[in-house]
Nanobody
Framework: VQLQASGGGLVQPGGSLRLSCVHSGFSLGRGVIGWFRQAPGKEREGVSCIDGRDSSPYYADSFQGRFTIYKDNAKNTVYLQMNNLKPEDTAIYYC???????????????WGQGTLVTVSS
């Protein structure tokens, strides 16, 4: 299983970014892909997750309404659309594959390398 996260960058407060997680060797139809983030000096925290079996999206409370997760099966890609970004959203964002959606990172089997999102004016 390989996961490749991309799409990070520098954006001003209030701006938007779309992160991509391309997966291979993994059947999303039998599992989930979650997005987590880790800011300097902080623990990794769950952001969003999509269940590939029924496309159900899940969001941690802090991101409901600002972030949207969706998938493109033809491209083996899961996207995280992030709107109204705030400086506190600055972090490295990781995608992980697993069996079920959870905010516990230990339950994910494989991880991408991460993509850096910086929100600053």
């Amino acid at each position: 299983v390989q996961l490749q996260a991309s799409g990070g960058g520098l954006v001003q407060p209030g701006g938007s970014l779309r992160l991509s997680c391309v997966h291979s060797g993994f059947s999303l139809g039998r599992g989930v892909i979650g997005w987590f983030r880790q800011a300097p000096g902080k623990e990794r925290e769950g952001v969003s997750c999509i269940d590939g079996r029924d496309s159900s999206p899940y969001y941690a409370d802090s991101f409901q309404g600002r972030f949207t997760i969706y998938k493109d099966n033809a491209k083996n890609t899961v996207y995280l659309q992030m709107n109204n970004l705030k400086p506190e959203d600055t972090a490295i964002y990781y995608c992980g594959s697993g069996i079920g959606c959870s905010w516990r990172s230990a339950l994910y089997d494989h991880w991408g390398q991460g993509t850096l999102v910086t929100v600053s004016s």
